[in-house]
């Protein structure tokens, strides 16, 4: 079993920043990338960022691209999220993601390919 902690939300101004944290535990091996996703009130989980654990490459969603960087610590088994310029439709609860292993097909971005998450953190973002 793996475990996910998320923190750093809150409520923040258009404009601001927020650096998330994930700390993960347990059964970690393997694990071949983490992620964040995000859900807003009546809306879908949709993802965020992405990281390969061992590579460090990274991809992105297209609303969040040039705003938010994606990053590990290997050896504290943390990822983070720094979010900057936020924006009023960045409001969501954040989730953290642990995918095990690589089909070789699908992409980072694909939800159903995950097998662990964390509670979430809610970020509020006022305008």
């Known amino acids: 079993q793996v475990q996910l902690v998320e923190s750093g939300g809150g409520l923040v101004q258009a404009g601001d920043s927020l650096r998330l944290s994930c700390v993960a535990s347990?059964?970690?091996?393997?694990?071949?990338?983490m992620g964040w996703f995000r859900q807003a009130p009546g809306k879908e989980r949709e993802f965020v960022a992405a990281?390969?654990?061992?590579?460090?490459?990274?991809e992105y969603a297209d609303s969040v691209k040039g705003r938010f960087t994606i990053s590990r610590d290997n050896v504290r088994n943390t990822v983070y999220l720094q979010m900057d310029s936020l924006k009023s439709d960045d409001t969501a609860v954040y989730y953290c993601?642990?995918?095990?292993?690589?089909?070789?097909?699908?992409?980072?971005?694909?939800?159903?390919?995950?097998?662990?998450w964390g509670q979430g953190t809610q970020v509020t973002v006022s305008s």
């Open positions: 990281i390969r654990w061992n590579s460090g490459t990274t």
């Open positions: 347990g059964r970690l091996f393997p694990t071949y990338a």
């Open positions: 993601g642990q995918r095990a292993r690589s089909d070789g097909r699908s992409f980072l971005s694909d939800r159903s390919k995950y097998d662990s």
